[in-house]
């Protein structure tokens, strides 16, 4: 399958989400609500993601127009299939790729994914693109740490988190007046 992502506007820096999907987009939250409404909570592609972090997903990428890099153990289901899901759930903006694997058993494995991904896929010079790190475990190399917007598994990405994501995406400014 081939999949042909027109950006409709021009970027002068790049801007990259890299995203984690438990905890972050599939919530606790969620899940306890669907099932004491007596809703479906899970398609053949996983548990439902939660309307507020989609949301919230959907502001961080209008703002910045930054693309979407899952790191989440859901890469394993492949490209194409993320990519089918991403369509069918009508996610907000471009699902640019997925994290490689890298063979280590180091602490810090995801942290090695997002450098092993940039150093093959960002422009070289780091002062061209921007990213931010959405996860709901803080386990990432301290240089990372101010890339790292850190949810609660429970709520996914909150309107702060979104808010806290466009101001890294943006190079310490948020140029949004109203917020989520």
Known sequence: MTYTQVRP?????ERYIFLDIDGVLNTSRSYKKRVAAGEPWRDDYGPFFD???VGNLRHIIDVTHADVIITSTWKYK???AMHTLWTLREMPGILLGITPEVSTSDFYVRSMEI?????????????????????DS???LPEQLPYLVDTSSDTGITC?????????????TNPVVAGC
């Open 78 to 80: 492949g490209l194409d």
């Open 160 to 172: 702060e988190d979104a808010e806290k994501a466009i101001e890294i995406l943006m190079g310490g």
């Open 9 to 13: 506007y021009e970027k002068s820096m």
């Open 138 to 140: 803080p386990i990432f």
């Open 115 to 135: 450098m092993k991904w940039l150093a093959q896929n960002a422009p070289e010079n780091p002062s061209e693109y921007r990213y931010v790190i959405i996860d």
């Open 51 to 53: 309307y507020e972090s």
